[in-house]
């Protein structure tokens, strides 16, 4: 996020961070503080918060002065609601929450955006502009469905990992080696990524394309969409994500 706000003129950055990596040390318009009471009671545009939920809980009352303050608070902590944040900060506070993921890291994630109700117009817009360092940003209507959003793009990328997982163990239990298996495994879940990133049919239709009636394409659909296939799996798994990122909240 760093370097992308800084490739995005939204420096100078304030990071609190005890023990900045190299890497961090060397951008230009960042000064690192090693706690929350060192931050300087200076003018800040917005407070982002990037900590686990368990360490947020105790942290949390820390922060209260800032937001106290009137600047924009944006949470990306999964399972912490705004009526937690709330009681941290005070009524008053303009909180926004969100649900990034690790291929922001490259630039390449999504992140779900909610605006609580103090948060203003101007929040809105600095908040998409500070994730949209990471990616694509889209907003929901309610808090709830930052839990959906937590379960699908939050936790999604290991959803996709296991597939290459199971896909090269499949590989190799027929007879592929190891790091064939792995290398085609992987190539064909980028590639087919980049697919549905070139053309905008729907998933169903790039699917379609693939199978073939009566071929072999066919005959493996014919197990991942039975009773209990990956439709049914993947809604299950997804559902208890989301009851997962609700319980957190609680």
């Known amino acids: 996020m760093l370097e992308g706000w800084l490739a995005g003129g939204l420096g100078p950055v304030l990071a609190v961070e005890p023990h900045p990596s190299q890497r961090l040390r060397r951008l230009d318009d960042v000064?690192?503080?090693?706690?929350?009471?060192?931050?300087?009671?200076?003018?800040?545009?917005?407070?982002?918060?990037?900590?686990?939920?368990?360490?947020?809980?105790?942290?949390?009352?820390?922060?209260?002065?800032?937001?106290?303050?009137?600047?924009?608070?944006?949470?990306?902590?999964?399972?912490?609601?705004?009526?937690?944040?709330a009681k941290a900060w005070g009524r008053e506070a303009r909180i926004l929450r969100a649900m990034p993921n690790t291929p922001g890291a490259i630039g390449r994630g999504i992140t779900a955006l909610y605006a609580a109700p103090k948060a203003t117009a101007a929040d809105r817009r600095l908040a998409e502009r500070l994730l949209a360092a990471l990616g694509e940003t889209i907003w929901v209507k309610s808090e709830t469905l930052i839990d959906v959003a937590t379960a699908v793009s939050g936790s999604g990328p290991a959803y996709v990992f296991l597939l290459v997982e199971a896909l090269a163990e499949a590989a190799q239990a027929e007879g592929m080696p190891r790091a064939a298996a792995e290398t085609?495994?992987?190539?064909?879940?980028?590639?087919?990524?980049?697919?549905?990133?070139?053309?905008?049919?729907?998933?169903?239709?790039?699917r379609r394309d693939v199978t073939s009636p009566g071929g072999t394409t066919e005959a493996a659909l014919e197990i991942l969409l039975g009773r209990g296939g990956l439709k049914a799996l993947m809604a299950r798994a997804v559902s208890a994500a989301r009851r997962r990122a609700a319980a957190l909240a609680s």
């Open 31 to 85: 000064r690192f503080v090693a706690d929350i009471d060192r931050v300087p009671p200076g003018r800040l545009r917005a407070c982002v918060i990037a900590l686990k939920p368990q360490i947020l809980k105790t942290q949390a009352p820390a922060l209260r002065p800032i937001a106290q303050r009137g600047v924009p608070m944006i949470s990306i902590a999964a399972g912490t609601s705004i009526a937690t944040l």
């Open 184 to 206: 085609q495994a992987r190539a064909t879940i980028t590639g087919a990524g980049a697919l549905l990133e070139a053309d905008a049919r729907p998933s169903q239709d790039l």
